[in-house]
């Protein structure tokens, strides 16, 4: 009878294991949309820029409005988006998307030297090993002093990233680099933080939501970054340290102190409203 009673509470127990592989799992409910992110360094009245983030339904952006009456406007159409600045109505770049990842960004300029015309004066091809950007391409022109035709100059492997671990660790372009130091803390996932083709880490492309379509982002958030020449490796020409403030789920701070002869600390702060 001892042996029946326990093949029967053996039985009961793979049967309640059975009913729980068969509920459904339950996804965590999307985090809400970056909608403003404003940066201030520290004694400075103003502040360096302040931006509101607006979207569409479906949750792609639609515009980016900066601080001093400055607006772009995102037009997707298909695969692509155009960026105007709603004020001109100047079309200032167009991007091209392949698998929900920008592939093309090409930048529109006034040619100074013909009267209305305009051309494409920087073409950025992104290259990605499965979904992690690893290099652009870039194809620069320029209007001849004649005003007849461009000259143009073409780096396939102008911009290289370096992954480990699920994380850039290093940035080239030329001989000069820019290394990546990461700490524990995870980024969220509407964070768009990211590495890129820059080493001027201050602006707002560092952290504009546009970042989310270059493919995978980082895994940890940046605790410090650190750019130098690969000829005096050991000699930092600009160093920044990061920490983060957290509410729950979502970064509502971002200290950043910058030293490369001087000392200087910025503030970025960020404010978020729920998906329409």
């Known amino acids: 009878m001892r042996h029946f009673s326990s093949l029967m509470m053996a039985l009961a127990l793979v049967g309640l294991a059975a009913c729980g592989d068969d509920d459904p799992a339950v996804e965590p409910a999307p985090l809400n ?3 403003r992110i404003t940066c201030a360094q520290e004694g400075q009245a103003n502040t360096v820029f302040s931006a509101t983030v607006d979207y569409n339904t479906d949750g792609t952006l639609s515009g980016i409005d900066f601080a001093g009456n ?5 037009i ?35 040619n100074e030297k013909v009267a209305n015309e305009i051309y494409v004066s920087d073409t950025y091809d992104y290259q990605y090993t499965g979904s992690s950007l690893t290099a652009i391409g870039w194809t620069t022109r320029w209007p001849r002093e004649s005003g007849e035709g461009y ?19 290093r940035y080239t372009r030329d001989k000069e680099e820019m ?17 890129l083709a820059t080493f001027d880490l201050l602006g707002f492309d560092f952290v504009s939501p546009i970042n989310l379509l270059y493919g995978t982002l980082n895994r940890q958030l940046p605790e410090r970054a650190y750019s130098y020449s690969v000829l005096d490796p050991g000699t930092y020409r600009q160093e920044y340290r990061f920490s983060y403030t957290f509410m729950g789920s979502y970064i509502t701070a971002m200290d950043v102190e910058v030293t490369g002869g001087a000392r200087y600390h910025y503030t970025f702060e960020y404010n978020y409203t729920p998906g329409r």
């Open 179 to 195: 290394a990546y130091v990461y700490g524990t803390l995870t980024r969220p996932e509407n964070f768009p933080l990211r590495p």
């Open 70 to 74: 400055t607006r772009r406007a995102f």
């Open 76 to 110: 997707q159409s298909d695969d692509k988006f155009l960026v105007t600045e709603t004020r001109t109505g100047f079309k200032e770049a167009e991007y091209t998307l392949s698998g929900g990842m920008i592939a093309r960004q090409e930048v529109f300029k006034e």
């Open 151 to 169: 000259e143009e100059r073409v780096y396939p492997l102008s911009d290289i990233f370096t992954w480990e671990g699920g994380n850039v660790t």
């Open 33 to 35: 949309l970056l909608t």
